[in-house]
DNA sequence: TTGAAAGCGATACCAT
DNA sequence: ATGGTATCGCTTTCAA
């Protein structure tokens, strides 16, 4: 903590008391200080390139201006931190700041990464996953206005309020593309059944067939895992059958999965998207848009959900950080209720159309 | 900020002075505060759950504990973000907490970050990036200790101290596993020359040649980039050749340029590691160890590196977070010169023996 | 052995 | 219009 020039130090240069300083500099100083020496007290300020000292400031204000983030392997972890990315934006640009600590998964550093959060004395609190979730709350955080981005509360509706994916929608909008491209014989690579985002895009894809007036194929679903070798697998056995029965199209739980079906293909001596359409989930960074061929793929809204929860949690908090304690009331409603975001399609070289035969 | 009990609390259940509350929690009671006293004080603070508040203290002792880490594209990236992980463990063991702003590769939102972070007046600062790299250090970084995670002073060395990877021993010891298992005709698909992680590995691939014996094969090295695209097209040129003459070794720049010769080598009809052995770099989580196969990799020490870096740090700080500006000088000598960290060798199954042929 | 008081830096009330 | 002063919560020196 280097020193730097404090309001005395401007009064001093001015010639006033730092009251005057601190009027004229917050915008009290109109009907109270002489304009000249308003005049004087700003270049001063400018001369010391004065700032008024954050942490003086949180303590007289009771106010960090900082929003603690706990997530549970989104920093450390090789995913995508976009949501924390979306979040800290838009805290920054109304001068927040946010400290964030990353569990690693370990469902024990819960409470003390709260408890760490709440010693430091965050205005409030948002907790990040990195796949859509339950989540068991910490213990702690009832204690400061807090919200949950991607995950969603384990005791239910009403207690928590959340962000997260639309994901009976992405689902649904996955299916129509793969539709609008005339494929009939579809594979469902999803993810563990038991999975929250497998069960809504299930739902999506049912909404999705119904739309079109076609029967839900329940054979067609493959649940398998999230990695590549998991999609290598299930395309593998998905992809043996013969040409007129074998699927025309695999949707797959994430663009990881999509890289084994590809590979799973090449490895029949299939070609992607001639034999076989692939489509991705996520939109990865570095992997749909590099890969070979280049993935279609919904894109999960990760920055968006983080901008929504923050612009939330900051709608929460008292106004202008002044008169916290004797001031109004936090508007807690805000923080209630499920918000639901929308990605959208990417549309690259794994999709085709449905080979001639 | 929620209220909580303070000091004054503590005195007035216990009833003594607050000062008397202050010498005791701090140990400096035992010349100074009867022993009974003590006791009724210990238990009073225990009952009210008392936690010294962590901004007054910061002002006070004008040492916020707080670490600023400005980083590239670690947070929001799609990489590995394990140097803060590796950083922020050691950070918090010793009750400091790190604060981080990522400038997503955005070189104009690098002095705004660090000034963000000297208002907050964080104690110390560190620069990660995503890649290792030659660094221009944003203004305002010599008002605060500061090292370097990662990458290093464009001015040179003798500026600001830093930790990086092995990568002339990294890529050495890679040649090494491969000359191994018996290859000879190998082929590196490295990232541009122009990059100097790539410099420092074709030196560690001259220096593990010359050990073997051997002469280089300068007509080997295939410079492309760091994504799947990159290495599909570099490994289907090299592997086109006639089984005789191509190579049964491709050595990668990194694991999903791996991932693309793996690819590549399938679109011929080639096994692996059966008929071309293919090793990574950087063990990638959820890529090198779920790929088909799996991939032998160079690990990168990312969490050893943003450790050492933390630890430097915190050891540069003055002693004992109290008298910061009285005691003893910081230490800045142990910011000072270049530290290499070496990784290891995973040996995984895409690194097999050379074909019978 | 204990408590009163100064000070870290900034703000806002209240006399002047 | 201006400046003195209490306050935020804590630590530490100095008197009693």
Known sequence: MQRKATAQDVAKLAGVSRSAVSLVLNGHGDGNIASESQVRIRQAAKDLNYKPNAVALSLRNQQTRIIGIVSDRVISGPVDGNIIAGADAVARARGFVTL????????????SAVETLLDRHVDALMYVTVGLRELRVPAGMEKAPAILANCFDSRGPGHLGNVIPDEVWGGAEALRHV??????RLGFLTGPLDHPAVQHRLEGYRQAMAEAGLPFPDGAVLPVGWDIADGFAAASTALAAPAGERPTALLCANDRCAVGAVL??????????????????????????????????????????GAAAMTRILASLPRAARKATAGQQPDRTILEGEELIRGRFVDRASLGPVPAS
């Open 179 to 184: 539709l609008a491209a005339g494929h009939r």
């Open 264 to 305: 799973a293909a090449r490895g029949l001596g299939l070609q992607v998207p001639g034999d076989v359409s692939i489509v991705g989930y996520d939109d990865e960074e570095r992997v749909a848009d590099t890969m070979v061929p280049t993935l279609s793929t919904m894109a999960l809204p990760l920055r968006e959900i």
């Open 100 to 111: 964030g600590l990353d569990t690693e998964q370990d469902e024990q550093r819960d409470a």
